[in-house]
């Protein structure tokens, strides 16, 4: 892992309300002592993000967003929100083309692409989801996939930025992929990534999310080249996320 700093993040996705701000607070009093080696992100709806980060504000959580516009400038875009707007509201990171998005709103590669350009435009990070379906690994096309996913979804410009590796057959289910199978698509992310960009390649953060709990977390935090983890419903918990983030190697 190196030098890289593991990030765990979790994705509310259309869950939460402002009662449950308070898993906020109850996060950070649980992981605090492992906040030098850990950055912790919250991920909540839209509409909770100022709020959050009012919530999260001198503890040790970070707040970031769950997609933003491509457009880098405000617009006439009707009901659509810039990553300037969640920089505004406290966030410090986007989640971009998270499949859930690929498939139900039809996102392409290059519109996730931009919608990445547009966070780092706005100072913020945006952590850029790739991941196969069920069919695309029955036909031994994950290499294919993922690696076009990668190369035409991560931001061309100059900035940070993380990568997240999602298998798709396996986000809210039962069903992860095995370790072996976690390292070599990782593996493929990472010289992916170093024949675009060369030596920065070394500090992009790759994350894996798919089913990501208490009981499996803490083995996934041990293949090589995971730098993380995108959580999603057991992150809306305090006593289920803070079970995750303790259980990474670094928090010992």
């Known amino acids: 892992m190196g030098a890289r700093k593991p990030l765990i993040a979790g994705n509310w996705k259309m869950f939460g309300r402002n009662a449950d701000l308070a898993e906020i607070g109850a996060l950070a009093e649980t992981t605090g002592p492992a906040a030098a080696k ?38 006439a875009r009707t009901g659509e929100i810039s990553a300037a707007m969640l920089a505004d509201a406290g966030a410090r990171y986007v989640i971009v083309g998270h499949s859930e998005r690929r498939q139900n709103h039809k996102e392409t590669d290059d519109l996730v692409r ?24 029955a036909a031994g096309q994950v290499a294919e996939v993922v690696g076009r996913q990668v190369k035409a979804s991560a931001p061309g410009q100059g900035g940070a930025f993380v990568v997240a590796y999602e298998p798709v057959w396996a986000i809210g289910g039962n069903s992860t992929p095995t370790l072996a199978e976690i390292g070599e698509v990782h593996a493929l992310i990472r010289e992916t ?45 305090a006593s289920d996320f803070s079970a995750i983030i303790l259980g990474h190697p670094a928090a010992v």
């Open 114 to 137: 931009q919608k990445a350009e547009a966070a780092i435009a706005a100072g913020l990070t945006p952590i850029v989801c790739v991941g196969e379906t069920q069919a695309e690994r």
């Open 193 to 237: 990534l170093a024949g675009q960009f060369g030596a920065q390649a070394n500090e992009t953060r790759i994350l894996y999310g798919g089913s990501v709990g208490p009981k499996n977390a803490g083995e996934i935090f041990t293949v090589p080249g995971v730098d993380g983890a995108l959580v999603g419903r057991a992150s809306l918990k």
């Open 38 to 75: 850990i950055e912790v992100l919250i991920c909540p709806p839209a509409v909770l993000i100022a709020p959050a980060a009012w919530q999260a504000r001198g503890k040790s959580i970070l707040i970031g967003g769950q997609d933003c516009s491509p457009s880098a400038a405000d617009a």
